[in-house]
């Protein structure tokens, strides 16, 4: 089965998602109002201005439908600012505090091969003008770090990521997202 995954497309990096979940076989809708979150395998909150974001989703009536598609267990990715929108100051969908910019401005963006938990092999990642994790809480597992400043963490069936594998190639964390989408229908269908 051909799985369905959501972007959130109200502002940000929607399209580089799309093109990446297509060649890796997935059926891709682009999210702007909450109907569009029905029937979702999956969703990917995308990299992009946090604030424009969380604008978007208040005009659009999005934050609650946002947090009852979490509850029902259904998978997230979220990306630079998808990490900002996911965590406690905003959409409270993973236990974190997060630092806008933690890096600094768009000329200190960087790349890094990080260490990444669940890959044998380094994950290559492009950072701009992103953002760390400051604070998790006893539920989040951190998967990855840039000098000791947690960049990637999971709870429950959000997954949040301080970079954009979308834009250096790195297909692996979609891929595993994909996994993870089919794992959580097999267990609604059971």
Request: aromatic share 4%; net charge negative.
């Amino acid at each position: 089965m051909t799985p369905l995954i959501g972007i959130l497309a109200l502002q940000g990096g929607f399209d580089a998602h799309a093109k990446m979940l297509r060649e890796l076989g997935a059926e891709v809708r682009l999210v702007r109002v909450p109907e569009d979150l029905e029937g979702l395998d999956g969703l990917v909150l995308p990299g992009g201005e946090s604030t424009t974001m969380m604008l978007g989703i208040a005009r659009e009536g999005l934050a609650e439908p946002l947090r009852e598609l979490v509850a029902r267990g259904t998978p997230v990715l979220g990306t630079c600012a998808g990490l900002i929108i996911s965590g406690r100051d905003h959409l409270g969908l993973i236990d974190i505090r997060v630092k806008r910019n933690a890096f600094g401005r768009q000329v200190r963006s960087f790349e890094a091969d990080l260490d990444f938990v669940g890959f044998d092999e380094p994950v290559h990642a492009v950072f701009i003008r992103a953002p760390w994790i400051e604070e998790a809480g006893p539920g989040v597992e951190v998967l990855a770090e840039v000098d000791g400043r947690p960049v990637a963490a999971r709870q429950g069936a959000v997954t949040v990521i301080a970079f954009h594998p979308e834009l250096s190639g790195e297909k692996r964390l979609h891929a595993a997202f994909l996994e993870q989408c089919a794992a959580a229908g097999r267990r609604a269908d059971a």
